[in-house]
């Protein structure tokens, strides 16, 4: 799936702003003891919460969030596989900071050294997996910050695959749960390793820095991050009730502020929001009437899910709605198409949301007497309405 024209489509600032009754009902969130953070819906991708979320900071290591959705994305494509052997090079060996302690000239497998960044945020790990894929972590970085184009990532630039502090390496809270969403909804599989909380390697025990973990079973990811230039930092999720929300914190004053901090801010979404989906990815929404086509109809949908983060207290008076285009739908018809939209409306009418409405499959051109009788019965259909 891709995440970015989802995010562009459905990225619903605020909805609370087109709906005065919801906006009464809402209490402010919290102020966090950090520099900047954001409050995402995964579902929908709809930013609730906004506190200097553009500002660029440094990353530190929520850098490897990043590296380790690259390395995921090699591996959907068929480029990488978890058991191949990663030669681990004396630069990454020497690399300072948090560390799996692989050892200059093992070989150690894809899967081994995605836990080690994940759950011990090595640095070792990382640049022997960016030096791997790339041949080098500078052309890493270069397709790090290519993803982060397509992701819509307007704040950020990676030089390292680690976060080690560097000029012009930086990121914010926005684009670290843009990030965040990408790498739950795209790659499902692999994410079951932020939730980890301890990996063993070298027969080292190290746990994950996330102390959320512990304390509240509804977070299953993702990474913390902390350098001096930072501060301390956290992009969680959790899900309640079948509800995704992501917190994105930076610059906490330490680990245990950072923790609370961010739950913080979890808590106030999920108290007070509540996330719909209201037409789901490939569903078909609406049978449309298609003229002189190998087929009569076709089956419209959207491409990806129509969702929307809603306040709790007026979240029953949204409804979804269909739109078509103008006009007859005339073969041939291509997959894809654009054949009207669906719209989020408030109970007075007034639209808070709205996405392309198309074609699920394609409709070829019918047969010369399928085409001579459909333009039989148009002629007539315009004459006598």
């Avoid at 004396?90 to 948090?98: D, I, N, P, T, V």
């Avoid at 894809?110 to 960044?117: A, E, H, P, S, T």
């Avoid at 790339?134 to 950020?156: I, P, S, V």
């Avoid at 929307?308 to 041939?332: D, H, T």
Wanted: proline share 4%; aromatic share 8%; with cysteine.
């Amino acid at each position: 799936m891709n995440i970015f024209p989802l995010t562009r489509v459905f990225f619903c600032f605020l909805l609370i702003a087109c709906a005065p009754a919801a906006r009464a009902a809402l209490p402010p969130p919290p102020q966090l003891a950090a520099k900047s953070w954001v409050l995402m819906d995964a579902a929908s991708g709809a930013v609730l919460v906004n506190h200097q979320g553009s500002v660029r900071l440094p990353p530190a290591s929520l850098t490897k969030l990043m590296t380790s959705h690259v390395a995921a994305l090699e591996l959907q494509r068929g480029r990488l596989k978890e058991s191949d052997l990663v030669h681990v090079s004396e630069k990454a060996w020497r690399m300072g900071g948090s560390k799996m302690f692989i050892m200059v000239g093992n070989q150690v497998a894809v899967k081994d050294l995605l836990q080690g960044i994940i759950v011990q945020s090595g640095n070792d790990a990382s640049i022997a997996l960016a030096e791997h894929i790339a041949g080098g972590e500078d052309t890493f970085a270069a397709m790090m910050n290519d993803e982060a184009k397509r992701l819509g990532m307007a704040d950020t630039r990676f030089v390292n695959a680690t976060g080690w502090p560097a000029e012009g390496h930086y990121s914010s809270a926005l684009d670290m749960a843009r990030l965040a969403r990408a790498i739950i909804l795209e790659d499902p599989a692999h994410y079951a390793l932020y939730k980890e909380k301890e990996f063993v390697w070298n027969n080292i025990r190290q746990p994950n820095r996330n102390l959320l973990l512990w304390r509240d079973p509804s977070v299953d990811g993702l990474k913390t991050g902390h350098t001096e230039e930072a501060g301390y930092c956290l992009v969680a999720s959790a899900k309640r009730n079948g509800q995704r929300l992501i917190a994105a914190v930076f610059g906490a004053s330490s680990e245990q502020s950072r923790a609370q901090e961010t739950a913080k801010l979890l808590g106030y979404g999920f108290n007070f929001f509540e996330s719909r989906v209201f037409y789901k990815q490939g569903e078909t929404i609406q049978t449309v009437n298609v003229w002189k086509g190998a087929a009569s109809s076709v089956k419209a949908g959207v491409t990806s899910d129509f969702a929307a983060a809603l306040p709790k207290r007026a979240a029953g008076g949204y409804q979804a709605r269909v739109v078509l285009l103008p006009g007859e739908r005339i073969a041939p018809i291509a997959k894809g198409a654009t054949l009207g939209r669906v719209e989020l409306v408030t109970a007075d009418g007034k639209v808070v949301s709205q996405a392309p409405l198309v074609a699920l499959e394609a409709v070829e051109e019918g047969g010369i007497f399928r085409r001579i009788w459909d333009g039989i019965r148009l002629f007539f259909k315009g004459i006598f309405g």
